[in-house]
């Protein structure tokens, strides 16, 4: 990862058919080929919650990612709030 400045944090909340059909596994695998650090999680209400940081180029791949999800799933609606940077630098999938 770069120097905080130019480093971005977005949290993610995703919707439509995104538990249950490998979202998570598929979201930490495109975080890791992009070097961003953050986490991914299901919601109760079944959605998909991630937060992903690190230089803007990076962060942005992984947005586009989760805007299309895996075969397996279908993605309705993603909303991106920006966040100040903690320094995460690893992914990792929470349950």
Do not use: I, K, Y
Request: charged share 30%.
């Amino acid at each position: 990862m770069t120097d905080q400045d130019s480093t971005v944090r977005r949290r993610l909340r995703v919707e439509g058919v995104v538990q249950g059909v490998g979202f998570r596994a598929g979201c930490a695998r495109a975080a890791e080929r992009a070097g961003t650090g953050g986490w991914v999680r299901n919601l109760a209400d079944g959605a998909v919650e991630a937060e992903v940081e690190g230089d803007p180029g990076a962060v942005d791949a992984v947005l586009a990612w989760c805007r299309t999800g895996p075969r397996a799933g279908r993605v309705d609606r993603v909303e991106v709030t920006e966040l100040d940077p903690v320094g995460a630098a690893d992914f990792t999938v929470r349950a």
